[in-house]
């Protein structure tokens, strides 16, 4: 009887730690899916990889206020001719919500090249909402503000 | 025949109510604003999640403690929260988008501000009902 009250104990603290190890391994895969999406949306632009980040039912916001839906957020960004340079992507913290819906909150920093020769400093605070689709992280929704 | 279609309509109710919960939704969004005017700690505690990310359009973000201190303090205080438009976006079983734009005006740390604001919210629905988790503003260009 006694055994079997530390087998139960042993069995609990084994859930935790697994728990814990997913919550990592979530944290993990989000900052990695977070760096992606900055390195694809300011840099390769390449569609392919923003179908896989974005969930179905993405809502993506600008800075300036300009709401878009998954497709035309894919559009706009794989035809956007602005070259991005010194690019830096700081401060990621993920928030869990539930076990499949993370906050992520990221400072990005960047001098925006424009088609027309002008040069535009960006510093925007990002807000991230990322759910988990099929075992995937997938960027749900997105709100960038423009900051001093 | 009657009692099948009857009990499979019963179900089908069910199931459209179980989805989706927009009325309770909009209620939670006129309760959250209504409390941010009045700085009414007891509404705000049910409808912020625990977990809320609160950012302004200045870059500035309240967690929930934050946010209920800092009205304590008179750190912020909104005297109008006008939204000219208000949309949800997306709304699910557990999970809501909302778009508003808003004419935001009061003070912070003393100095007024009067701003016209996009505002994306994200909303949770909880044992406690519907919860903004998250959420963040952007001035919008005119």
Do not use: P
Request: overall charge positive; glycine content about 4%; some cysteine.
């Amino acid at each position: 009887m006694r055994n079997l009250k530390y087998i139960f104990i042993l069995f609990v603290l084994l859930g935790t730690l697994k728990v814990n190890a997913q919550t990592a391994k979530d944290e993990q895969e989000i900052i990695e899916r977070t760096q992606l999406l900055s390195k694809t949306v300011f840099g390769t632009k390449d569609s392919l990889t923003l179908e896989d980040l974005f969930a179905s039912k993405a809502s993506y916001g600008h800075s300036h206020g300009n709401l878009q839906t998954r497709e035309e957020a894919i559009k706009g960004i794989s035809k956007n001719r602005s070259v991005y340079k010194d690019t830096s992507l700081r401060n990621i913290t993920v928030l869990f919500a539930s076990n499949s819906t993370a906050i992520v909150r990221c400072l990005f920093d960047a001098n925006e090249n424009k088609v027309d020769g002008t040069v535009t400093a960006l510093h925007f605070s990002m807000m991230l909402v990322w759910v988990k689709e099929k075992n995937k992280w997938k960027l749900f929704g997105r709100q960038a503000v423009s900051i001093q | 025949m009657r009692w099948v279609v009857f009990i499979s309509l019963f179900f089908t109710n069910l199931i459209a109510v179980a989805q989706v919960d927009s009325v309770g939704l909009k209620d939670a969004m006129q309760k959250l604003d209504k409390a941010l005017l009045q700085k009414d700690e007891v509404v705000l505690k049910s409808v912020l999640h625990k977990d809320v990310s609160y950012g302004h359009s200045n870059g500035w973000i309240q967690s929930k403690e934050d946010i209920l201190n800092d009205f304590k303090s008179g750190k912020l205080t909104y005297n109008k929260i006008e939204n000219n438009s208000s949309a949800i976006v997306r709304i699910d079983k557990k999970f809501a988008t909302v778009k508003t734009n808003t004419n935001a005006e009061g003070s912070v740390n003393g100095t007024a501000f009067k701003l016209t604001l996009h505002v994306m919210q994200f909303w949770i629905k909880t044992k406690k009902g519907w919860q903004l988790i998250a959420r963040q503003s952007a001035k919008l260009s005119t």
